[in-house]
């Protein structure tokens, strides 16, 4: 069946560095790519997305580009900042944000 | 921007009673929303599809008799765990389909999520 394989956190970085969360995944046909923040208290999140290979998703400074032959969605951010400090969830969905499949999440909290 | 609300955040129950979480679309129309729960450690896991006005589809594995799911109107549905148990302690979260479908860019809104604690 489709999966979303995340790296496990949690992940703890110091304000100012690189942020990579790996996610790659499996699935029949050809997914929509999504990340989801959760920052504590509050919901989801659509952080950004992708919907074919190649394309590079980007929002407020994140970014991941769909790989359709590594099967991967990686995140990366060039600076973080302790208000980054949430949960991040890679999903996928077949027939575009219907119902999707997410990956375990991977918590980052940021230091100052 | 949308938003989903859901209530309660946070629930304690005691074993075999029902409790209810309501889940709100407050600035849009929902024809579609969609039942998550999340296990301590673990992933999203899709429970139902609820379509307003009509059944609700569930996931292979989930009970239907025991997570009742009503989408009665376009701004909610409601999710009532029946005769809960310890091991239904969980994080349920909903999201909704704004109606306006391609307008509005087949966008997903999630809600805050409820704590279930069955005791």
């Known amino acids: 069946g489709d999966s979303v394989t995340q790296m496990e956190g949690p992940v703890t970085l110091s304000e100012e560095a690189f942020l990579t969360i790996n996610c790659t995944y499996t699935?029949?046909?050809?997914?929509?790519l999504f990340w989801y923040v959760q920052y504590p208290g509050e919901g989801l999140q659509l952080l950004l997305k992708?919907?074919?290979?190649?394309d590079k998703g980007s929002n407020k400074g994140f970014e991941a580009t769909y790989r359709k032959e590594t099967t991967s969605f990686h995140l990366e951010k060039g600076s973080v900042q302790v208000s980054d400090s949430a949960v991040y969830f890679c999903a996928l969905s077949l027939n575009y944000g219907q119902n999707f499949v997410f990956g375990p999440g991977t918590r980052l909290s940021v230091l100052p | 921007g949308a938003v989903v609300s859901q209530h309660p955040s946070r629930v304690i129950c005691k074993s075999g009673t029902s409790v209810k979480i309501e889940c709100r679309s407050l600035d849009f129309q929902a024809t579609t929303m969609f039942w998550y729960r999340q296990f301590p450690k673990q992933s999203l896991m899709l429970m139902a599809t609820?379509?307003?006005?009509?059944?609700?589809?569930?996931e292979q594995g989930v009970e239907k008799d025991k997570f009742l799911i009503n989408h009665a109107s376009l701004t909610l549905s409601t999710l009532t765990v029946t005769s809960a148990h310890p091991e239904d302690s969980s994080f349920y979260i909903c999201s909704a389909r704004d109606r306006g479908g391609a307008s509005s860019g087949n966008t997903i809104y999630f809600g805050e999520g409820s704590w279930l604690t069955v005791v």
């Open positions: 699935a029949t046909g050809y997914p929509s």
């Open positions: 609820s379509n307003e006005g009509s059944k609700a589809t569930y």
């Open positions: 992708a919907t074919k290979a190649d």
